[in-house]
């Protein structure tokens, strides 16, 4: 079983999908939408960003290890810009939220 995350309501829920016709699956039962993402490669995408918030805290540029694996997520399910940058901010708040829940300011 896998954990699916929505990225339009960022809904997550369980399931398998083994193969094509298994799909409808990975549609969010929340909100119906096909944007979704295996929830390990979107926390792996989070995690880079606290690690670059960490090492390098705005007003310095992200390392570009996080943009690389926030691209992923996003590239991989959103086809317009709008929820691109929707999912990339929600990204972003969650890393502050990992560094803040740590005692890590930035």
Same mark, same amino acid.
């Given at each position: ?41 979107? !926390? ?6 606290? !690690? ?44 502050? !939220? ?9």
């Amino acid at each position: 079983m896998e954990t699916y995350k929505c990225l339009r309501c960022f809904h997550e829920w369980q399931g398998r999908v083994a193969e094509y016709k298994d799909w409808g699956r990975r549609k969010c039962g929340r909100c119906g939408s096909r944007q979704t993402v295996i929830k390990s490669l979107y !926390d792996r995408a989070v995690d880079a960003i606290a !690690d670059s918030l960490k090492s390098s805290p705005p007003p310095y540029p992200p390392l570009p290890s996080s943009v690389l694996f926030s691209l992923d997520v996003i590239n991989e399910t959103l086809p317009d810009l709008a929820a691109a940058v929707k999912v990339a901010w929600r990204m972003y708040q969650e890393a502050k !939220d990992r560094l803040e829940s740590k005692g890590q300011q930035i």
